[in-house]
């Protein structure tokens, strides 16, 4: 008998009963080796002590304060902890409840700012094709995937898109990879001159892309161009590290290893880790000061925003990242998982590329390694595998239109920074079965 809750899609799910480790155990007893963290999120595992301790620890103290009359110890600790961590120029802690609200909060700041400034006809904001940043309206139409944003397209507000920095299916056989980057980045000036420089407002971009195209990073200098165009035209940088940040790539923040930092950042996923939700938008100190100067109050809030136990939570979790040296984990466990995929997979006729930083790696699958060919999306490739992995006991998380939100399959492998060596191994055993499982289907 079907129970009242409305799912994400029809039919029946296991029961997520307990969690120990690296896996979730449903009401049958069967044991999930959690390869994706969920979505990116549980980076420690399902049971961590600690940070369990510290939401008792703030139940006792208060739950809920609502920020228009207080803030609270457990919000101000979390956010000096950030800023201390954050990329230079980042001062300012805007908490939330997760990665959508995140995006809205950073996309209405930028326009706030501008008009505090005296700068109102900046309205434009320019984002990337077959990028994601979040569910909600505003973000949804940040984001640039087709797929997501078919069915609200009359909806959602006017953004424009440039291309994505995707090298495996766009750089050209006789372009280098930092020319690659130079080309595809300097859209975004072309873009900005076409929409006249006076207009823009914000360019938003993942460091690594995540759910929609499987863990794809950057080129070598790319995003060093692309702050330099945003520094040219006084456009605001906001970087999405929703799914890639917070330690999954190696770094505390993605952006790190671009050798950049942004005007905002957003978070989420991985610092609660799945224990509380939570999301933060992060500004520099002059973004900040131009609020404050100016009307006194930035115009957004949430009612449970800063709230204090999701706040207590996320700073339990940053706190075993920072004070564990899980950082250098997930790099050694990141090549770990790098080399056991290439092992597996990297001869496989229908694998046709691996890639992604530290423990957030992506595999595409393709119908003709030599082409890059996609299998034709009504097979649903990634729907198979999905399914094949969780009869194996693995989660996983496969999506499909990785190329243009249409073509393409890949696996995004995200898992807990706890993961052993050995857990690494069932991990790509596991996965290996259910892709043959699917691809016979």
């Known amino acids: 008998m079907p129970g009242h809750v409305f799912g994400r899609s029809a039919g029946p799910l296991p029961v997520a009963a307990s969690g120990e480790g690296c896996y979730i155990i449903d009401a049958d007893g069967k044991r999930y080796l959690d390869g994706s963290g969920g979505a990116a999120v549980s980076c420690l595992g399902h049971s961590d002590p600690d940070v369990r301790a510290a939401i008792h620890g703030q139940l006792d103290r208060i739950a809920f304060a609502h920020t228009g009359f207080f803030t609270s110890q457990a919000a101000e600790d979390l956010a000096d902890r950030l800023v201390a961590n954050a990329p230079d120029g980042i001062d300012k802690v805007y908490l939330l409840s997760g990665g959508s609200e995140a995006v809205e909060a950073a996309i209405k700041l930028a326009r706030q700012y501008y008009l505090e400034t005296g700068q109102p006809e900046r309205r434009h904001l320019i984002a990337r094709r077959q990028s994601y940043h979040g569910n909600t309206l505003g973000a949804l139409a940040a984001g640039g995937n087709a797929w997501r944003r078919e069915k609200y397209q009359p909806l959602l507000v006017e953004t424009h898109h440039i291309a994505p920095c995707f090298e495996y299916h766009f750089r050209d056989e006789d372009e280098s990879a930092v020319d690659y980057g130079q080309r595809v980045a300097n859209e975004l000036e072309t873009e900005i001159e076409r929409l006249g420089p006076e207009t823009v407002l914000a360019f938003i971009a993942e460091p690594v892309v995540g759910a929609t195209a499987g863990a794809v990073p950057a080129v070598k200098g790319y995003f060093r161009r692309i702050r330099e165009i945003c520094d040219r035209y006084g456009v605001l940088l906001i970087l999405d590290e929703v799914m890639c940040g917070m330690g999954r790539t190696g770094t505390l923040f993605a952006c790190e290893q671009d050798g950049i930092a942004p005007d905002i950042v957003t978070i989420a996923k991985g610092l609660g880790a799945g224990y509380a939700p939570i ?60 080399e056991a995929l290439n092992a597996a997979f990297g001869q496989h006729p229908h694998i046709g590329d691996i890639r992604g930083r530290g423990l957030f790696r992506g595999i595409e699958l393709v119908e003709d390694r030599a082409t890059r ?30 190329v243009d939100g249409r073509r393409g399959d890949h696996v995004l492998l995200a898992p807990p920074f706890i993961i052993t060596e050995y857990q690494i191994g069932e991990l790509v055993d596991k996965l290996g079965r259910a892709i043959d499982t699917a691809l016979a289907a």
Not at 374 to 401: N, Q, T, V, W
């Open 279 to 338: 999301g933060a938008m992060l500004c520099s100190e002059a973004i900040y000061e131009a609020i404050e100067s100016g009307s006194g109050s930035f115009q957004h809030g949430h009612t449970y925003h800063g709230h204090p136990l999701a706040a207590a939570a996320g700073k339990a979790v940053l706190d075993a990242i920072l004070d564990r040296d899980l950082l250098a984990q997930v790099r050694r466990q990141g090549e770990t998982l790098e």
């Open 373 to 402: 060919t996609s299998f034709d999306p009504a097979r649903k490739l990634h729907a198979r595998i999905k399914k094949a992995a969780m009869a194996e006991g693995l989660i996983c998380y496969p999506a499909g239109g990785t």
